[in-house]
């Protein structure tokens, strides 16, 4: 069983940059891909990011392209998404997933292809 455990959300100015964290336990991490999903008020939690395994791998939601950024550190059983000039629409519950053991390029893009998940991190960018 795998525990997921976001930190770094919290109440931004637009423009700011963010950078969360998600600590995971109870597997071995370097046989996961991970995953960032977020979820908005009213809204169905959506897929922003992902990376492989060893982290050669990373993919985005278009959305996101190009401010957020995916990164996994397996010595510290730790992935990160840095968030930069946050706009309000990144308001959101920020969710992070585990999916393994996988297959060493696979990055799931869909909310199916996790099997664990955090409780969530709050990130809110007033204007």
């Known amino acids: 069983q795998v525990q997921l455990v976001e930190s770094g959300g919290g109440l931004v100015q637009a423009g700011d940059s963010l950078r969360l964290s998600c600590a995971a336990s109870?597997?071995?991490?370097?046989?996961?891909?991970m995953g960032w999903f977020r979820q908005a008020p009213g809204k169905e939690r959506e897929f922003v990011a992902a990376?492989?395994?060893?982290?050669?791998?990373?993919t985005y939601a278009d959305s996101v392209n190009g401010r957020f950024t995916i990164s996994r550190d397996n010595a510290k059983n730790t992935v990160y998404l840095e968030i930069d000039s946050l706009k309000p629409e990144d308001t959101a519950v920020y969710y992070c997933?585990?999916?393994?053991?996988?297959?060493?390029?696979?990055?799931?893009?869909?909310?199916?292809?996790?099997?664990?998940w955090g409780q969530g991190t709050q990130v809110t960018v007033s204007s």
């Open positions: 990376i492989s395994r060893s982290g050669a791998k990373t």
């Open positions: 109870g597997g071995t991490f370097s046989s996961y891909a």
């Open positions: 997933a585990a999916q393994g053991p996988a297959f060493p390029d696979y990055v799931p893009l869909s909310r199916g292809g996790y099997k664990y």
